[in-house]
């Protein structure tokens, strides 16, 4: 979609990292942004930056896991807007740190409500209202991690591979019924943010249980640690972002030297279509 003043960008998780700098970057083109976040505060300070940019920015208090609250805030959106051109769901946790086999139910639900039920109830409650007006574009931020499988994330693995699936059965869906509406999924390597710190969001209902022995869990978090290392700064991602929406990209890559890395996949995809071959006489 071409990006042009007088459009209704509407971005959740908009109060740090990469939404703030996506909802930022579309304000200096001249939209109008509506910053949906879980924090108050952050939020305020976000769109109050944003505003003595000369932004029209407006902030949603909003828990994009709770389906009603998603619906509201689409409502106050149109109310205070009266369209929506552009939707970025973006808000996003990091979920469980460690072996799989000691998660927590609690470290799914939080991770899932969040990083997919958060897509879900976006991509609900507005793209009705997109389809009844001009059409438009979504994007789904989702993350290297969908496309690819570090260990010791299964959460954050799980919950991203969601949203590049589901990404891709919209894009289907809304061009199955002749809509112009755009769907992109980004898939960023490491990025400045404060992905690291997602804890301080995680609701008190449901609370980690940490069972992985100390010496373990110290090897893992020094590894993250190491893998989080040399992020691309959050302006340079949002300027690939937009290039890529403005291009009509569906898959959104900014981080080339993690291409070899996608890459591998497909090989091993190959290798094993390889050993799968037609039967005889088929
Ligand atoms: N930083 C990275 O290296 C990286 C890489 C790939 C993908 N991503 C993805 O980018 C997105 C943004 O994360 P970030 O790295 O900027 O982290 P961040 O922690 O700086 O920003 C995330 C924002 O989401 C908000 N949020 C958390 N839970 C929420 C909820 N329930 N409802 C509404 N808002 C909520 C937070 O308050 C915060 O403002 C996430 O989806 C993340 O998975 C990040």
């Known amino acids: ?82 369209r929506v051109d ?10 469980f740190l460690g072996p799989l086999w000691d998660s927590h139910p609690n470290d799914w639900s939080w991770a899932f409500g ?13 793209l009705p209202r997109m389809l009844a007006g001009k059409g438009g574009h979504v994007v789904n931020v989702a ?19 969601a949203v590049v699936g589901l990404s891709e059965s919209l894009k289907q869906e809304l061009a199955a019924i002749g809509s112009g509406i755009k769907v992109s ?11 690291a710190d997602s804890e301080r969001n995680r609701p008190a209902d449901l609370a980690a249980a940490v069972k992985t022995p100390a010496a373990l869990l110290d090897r893992i978090r020094a590894a993250f640690a190491q893998a989080m290392a040399d992020p691309m700064p959050t302006d340079e991602l949002a300027r690939r972002v937009l290039a890529g929406i403005e291009r009509d990209d569906f898959l959104i890559l900014t981080h080339p030297d993690q291409n070899p890395q996608i890459l591998q996949r497909l090989v091993s995809i190959e290798q094993s279509v390889g050993r799968n071959p037609p039967a005889a006489g088929h």
Not at 86 to 95: E, S
Not at 185 to 195: D, E, F, L, T
């Open 114 to 126: 969040v990083n997919v039920f958060g897509v879900v109830n976006g991509l609900r409650a507005f």
């Open 86 to 95: 552009l939707l970025v769901n973006n808000a996003g946790v990091g979920g």
């Open 185 to 195: 999924v980004v898939c960023p390597g490491v990025v400045q943010s404060r992905i």
């Open 143 to 161: 993350s290297l991690a969908g496309l690819t499988a570090p260990p010791f994330l299964s959460t954050y693995v799980a919950t991203k591979h």
């Open 1 to 82: 979609m071409k990006l042009e003043a007088g459009q209704v960008a509407v971005v959740t998780g908009a109060a740090s990292g990469i939404g703030f700098a996506i909802a930022t970057a579309l304000g200096q083109r001249g939209l109008a942004v509506a910053l949906a976040d879980i924090e108050a505060k952050a939020l305020d300070q976000a769109s109050r930056r944003l505003q003595a940019e000369g932004i029209d920015a407006q902030p949603f208090v909003c828990d994009v896991a709770d389906a009603s609250a998603v619906e509201t805030l689409a409502a106050a959106v149109m109310a205070r807007f009266g």
